[in-house]
């Protein structure tokens, strides 16, 4: 008998311990899409294989270059490289499906050229006609070291500028941008590796998918662009999906507990 209850707290155990993981593995973000450039070669269009990027019509082309900002490898979104008819350059590459229920987040790494008055860009399309965008601006309409934070449904814009002057200054900005399909709201985090700014909270209508990411580099009035590196695009489940996967977890517990004491 002694035996049999070692047994059965042994597999209690054990049966516990791996409903936990399990619950902790899955409620990790999910990564749906990623691009560092690496497999492509420097100084390429975004349209060569293997990225096969499209270029919107009547705009320039945006080019991979050698990453060479400190701490970043490998190849990047070069600024520089971009070319720069009227409306600047921009490209944009098709998305998996991306998920419209709990946190979906886009984080990507920018560095933006203090004193140029130019600027980059991300947008990111929708199946329903609108976009988000997360803008990067050295100076526009007098809007220095500014950054821009919005949605676009198609026939109004939403959005907030805001000005942390310190994350403009020549350095890598790690920048999250974070849907909350739940309850209908986005909001930005900025981290230059000594401090972090976060957006306040904006909204949105409908669960707008993500269809497609573009990188528009502005280098209408200057030289520079910005460079862009690491994007991913990453789902966490509904909090009331992790309760669920909690709930059977301790089912399954209490189940073997409970046979346990049976016996």
Do not use: C
Request: glycine share 10%; aromatic share 14%; charged share 15%.
């Amino acid at each position: 008998m002694l035996q049999r209850n070692t047994i059965l707290n042994f597999n209690f155990k054990v049966l516990a311990t791996a409903a936990i993981l399990s619950v902790s593995t899955v409620t990790q973000a999910k990564v749906v899409w990623s691009e560092n450039f690496d497999s492509a070669t420097a100084g390429q269009s975004v349209t060569a294989p293997p990225l096969n990027w499209s270029v919107v019509p009547g705009y320039g082309d945006v080019k991979v270059g050698a990453s060479p900002h400190p701490g970043w490898q490998g190849n990047a979104i070069i600024g520089t490289l971009a070319t720069s008819p009227a409306g600047g350059a921009w490209a944009k590459t098709n998305l998996p499906t991306t998920p419209t229920t709990g946190i979906v987040s886009v984080k990507f790494d920018a560095w933006a050229f203090a004193n140029y008055l130019d600027g980059g860009e991300i947008y990111l399309n929708t199946n329903t006609g609108g976009h988000f965008t997360i803008s990067a601006w050295n100076n526009y309409g007098g809007l220095v070291n500014e950054w821009d934070m919005g949605y676009f449904n198609g026939s109004s814009y939403s959005g907030r500028w805001f000005s942390p002057s310190n994350f403009m200054r020549d350095q890598t900005v790690h920048v999250s941008f974070n849907l909350d399909y739940a309850n209908q709201k986005f909001w930005g985090v900025f981290d230059n590796g000594s401090s972090i700014v976060t957006t306040p909270f904006m909204s949105f209508t409908g669960t707008p998918a993500l269809t497609s990411l573009g990188i528009w580099e502005d280098k209408r009035w200057g030289s520079k662009g910005t460079d862009f590196d690491n994007f991913t695009i990453s789902s966490v489940p509904e909090p009331d999906e992790w309760a669920m996967m909690l709930l059977g977890a301790g089912m399954v517990a209490f189940q073997v507990k409970r046979k346990q004491k049976q016996l």
